[in-house]
Each structure stands twice: as C-alpha cells, then as structure tokens.
C-alpha cells in the first residue's frame, strides 16, 4: 500500500475540524508527537505539543492537516477528557504523561502510516 492510501485510512478517522475546541487536549498523528491542546496561531489551527530535539524537552506548535503543506501535519483522533494545566512547566510534564497512556492509540496511527507494527513510546 502506497503511503497516500495510508493516510487516507487514518484522515477517515480523523475528528471533523468543526468539533476541535480552543484549549482542549486530544490524541493526535503528527511528526513531532501524540498528544496536542488545540491553539489559534495567528488565524490557523494549530497543536501545542510535547517535543523532543537533541535531547531537549520543549513545546512546539504544529498546525492541522487542513491547513495544508508544508506545516499541516497534524491528524487529531481522540479528545482526551483531562483538562491540560496552566504554565509552560506543567503542561510539558502533563502532555509527556498523556503520551503514556495514550502510547497505544499513538503507535496504532504510526502503525496505519508505516504499514508495520511499530513500538512507540515518548522520549523520557
């Protein structure tokens, strides 16, 4: 299977753009991570996320899939109820501890994209 058919099968189970709400926290497919609270950035629908680079734990914005190339990489799939704190620090320390308990869901969609099983887990 090619890879545009794949993600096509994970686009299906994509939450519909209209029920993503500002400040809710949600499982997501993206490059950079697995769980994002949904964010205006400047005009467009962006994921604050938990990211790892060089060994350094930060947030990063990525924006949604409808909002095209070459930034739109971000599939939501689940909302997650908790409510994501307030503060840079313990919202880093709470998206990594959402990657946990949603590693399976997480490595199921990287799973669809790469054709293979796949063990995920967060960078610790």
Known sequence: MKPDERYRILLA???PRALIE????YVIHARNGGVGVAVDEDGELGYRLHRVKFGQHYLFVEFD???GEPFGTVIPLAPIADVP????DSLLAWLREQELVHQTVIAEAWATILGRDV???PET
Request: charged share 40%; proline share 6%.
């Open 13 to 15: 189970r994509r939450l």
């Open 85 to 88: 704190p307030e503060g840079d």
């Open 22 to 25: 500002q400040g809710r926290a």
């Open 65 to 67: 899939w409808d909002e």
């Open 119 to 121: 063990q995920w887990a």
